[in-house]
DNA sequence: GTCTGCCATAAGAAATACTTGCATCTATGG
DNA sequence: CCATAGATGCAAGTATTTCTTATGGCAGAC
């Protein structure tokens, strides 16, 4: 049964006849009556009588205009909810983002996005790369604000969120950051004295990056500390416990008095980014927020 | 927003992928495709994200899923109550009879409905026909059975329920009977002496045909008294107040057994049938209640 | 009586939907 | 590492459905 001809029978019984069915739906009286018809041979019964005045309904048709009347209802209620999400009075947006930048950029992203659009419900949880782009890829997020060293790039696996290969997710350029030396205040370590260095790794990601850099360099970093809390980090450096590579968002969310930044081209610089389904760029929650991201992400990307 | 493509959405989302709900639809993949595509447009978003081993409903695609089944659901109910209406398994038919032929033929009829068909529901209201006629008209009832004189044949007005010219209510033919005489048992009234009697009159139209007959036969009836209530008519005849001319119908429901019947050409037949609504023969209630009083009447109106 | 409103029918036109054929991409298995 | 299977997308032509136009019949109102 063609739900659009239970709708059209629904103009009908409402309208009261063929005609004003014909007028209220912007269309011809014939158009109406072989719809109706085709309708009420596969109903294998009449369901409106036609009389010079109009027409009446048969139990049949009072029975199926019921039904239509629910048809309709919930056909409206879709549009409405589609619509609520589209205009963004409703929705649902669900993003997760690695610490430092989920204590920098990402709030002023989350607030714009929540200022602007009241309806949508965003919610953030805190997650490294990898854990955060398998949350991406079953669903269970959204938006995924992840790094990238140049290190891990297109090795093919797309595990490792290269921006031109992030497998089946799709990536979306933040910025890209100096990742410093970082040691502590009084210091007065020479760059030729490195290799001698107790050093203090992060993330495991970051660690991998640390001990290439070092490599490039020409030595392997002893690593006796190994926090991804760019807090933790940076106290064991102001004791004087070890030194480290910091990027620039892990500095600018949290800068102990007791450590000292020293320019360095040693560690390069790396890259981040947001990364979503392909195609959920389209959604309007996700897009809105991955623009607030952007936007937020230019000012702290600013040199 | 088009219902066939919610449907269809449906489908997709149910069975996981494009290529599945093609199977399903017994249609091909593209087609699911550009009709997916066509609803998204209509949405302003994507309701599913294609990805290499199947899609995943987006929010808006969770959202339209929930009305598209409650959609599925109504539209499926409306087709099983229109089955159970179309297999007389439900339905309920209405019938209006005059007196005699509610006490004889409708009974049977009524009866064989009913045991044929115990799903649908009959009622039965007695009445004269010209209500009977505007009770049909109204939809208070879909059936009525009508009596017709040959006087009130065809004045155009439709309103005397002639068979040949019932307004825009069918005519179906059920039967005719012989309008007799009736006298006192031991009457020994003659054909010539008929213009000196005291008449009894039924119904409005029966009296009226009773003087028209009279009329034709040269006499001017006295008629002192009324009842459409045959058992009262021929009580009254019984007991010398009176003679009447009666029906068969009217005799075969009720035969008092101190009144004689003579055969006297003198009031002619009158034609019983079924009126509906046109297009009415169509609805399976009242076609079988139809083709029921058809089959009752061929035996009451056997000679 | 004529007029108006309503419905049915038929045939051609228009819009829509479908099919076919090919290209691409991703997991999966040898 | 390559081949395969299964998924989607794209494009063009074909079919089908649907709508429009034009006409006629019928019943009720004035």
Known sequence: MD???????RSVARSGSLSAAARELATTQPAVSQQLRALEREAGMPLVLRGARGITLTEAGQRLLTQADNI?????MAGEELAGLAQLRAGRVRLVAFPSAA???VPDALAALADDHPGVAVEMVEAEPPEAAVAVRQGAADVAVVFSYPDDAADGSGSMLAPDDAGDLAWVPLGDEAVQLVVARESTIGPSELHRQTWIAGCPRCRGHLVACCHTAGFEPRIS???????VVQNLVAR????????????????HPGIAVRESGLFGRRTVGAVHRAG??????????LERLQRSARTAFAR
Chains 1, 2 share one sequence.
């Not at 500390?225 to 807090?231: G, I, K, M, P, W």
């Open 3 to 9: 739900p659009r001809r239970v709708l059209l029978f």
């Open 72 to 76: 309709a209802a919930h056909l409206h």
């Open 103 to 105: 204590a920098t950029l």
């Open 225 to 231: 500390f190994e926090s991804d809390d760019y807090v």
């Open 240 to 255: 004087g416990l070890g030194i480290t590579a910091l990027p620039q968002l892990a500095l600018r969310a949290f800068g």
């Open 280 to 289: 959920a760029e389209h959604v309007p929650a996700t897009r809105a927020l």
